[in-house]
C-alpha cells in the first residue's frame, strides 16, 4: 500500500474506517492462533492471577470499574 492510498483511506467517513478496520481484522482472525503472545504478556498475565487469588477483593465491580474509567477523561 502506498501512502497515497493510506492518505485516502484516512480521508474516508468514521463509519466506512470502522467497516474497513473490521474487515481486516476478521481476515487476521482465522490466523490469530499462530501469533505469538510475548512472554512479557504472560508474565503480566500471571502476575495480575496471582494478585487477584492473593486478594479477590481487590477486584472492582462493575460499578468500580465505571467509575473509574469515567475519571479518565
Known amino acids: 500500500m502506498t501512502i497515497a492510498e493510506i492518505d485516502n ?3 474516508l467517513p468514521v463509519e466506512q474506517r470502522i467497516l474497513l478496520v473490521e474487515d ?3 481476515s ?3 490466523q490469530s492462533k499462530r ?3 510475548p512472554d512479557s504478556h504472560k ?3 500471571d502476575r495480575r492471577v496471582e ?3 492473593h486478594d479477590p477483593s ?3 465491580n462493575d460499578q ?3 467509575d473509574a474509567l469515567g475519571s479518565r477523561g
Open 35 to 37: 501469533i505469538p503472545v
Open 43 to 45: 508474565q503480566e498475565l
Open 51 to 53: 494478585k487477584y487469588r
Open 58 to 60: 481487590a477486584l472492582l
Open 64 to 66: 468500580q470499574l465505571r
Open 9 to 11: 483511506v484516512l480521508k
Open 24 to 26: 481486516v481484522w476478521d
Open 28 to 30: 487476521i482472525r482465522p
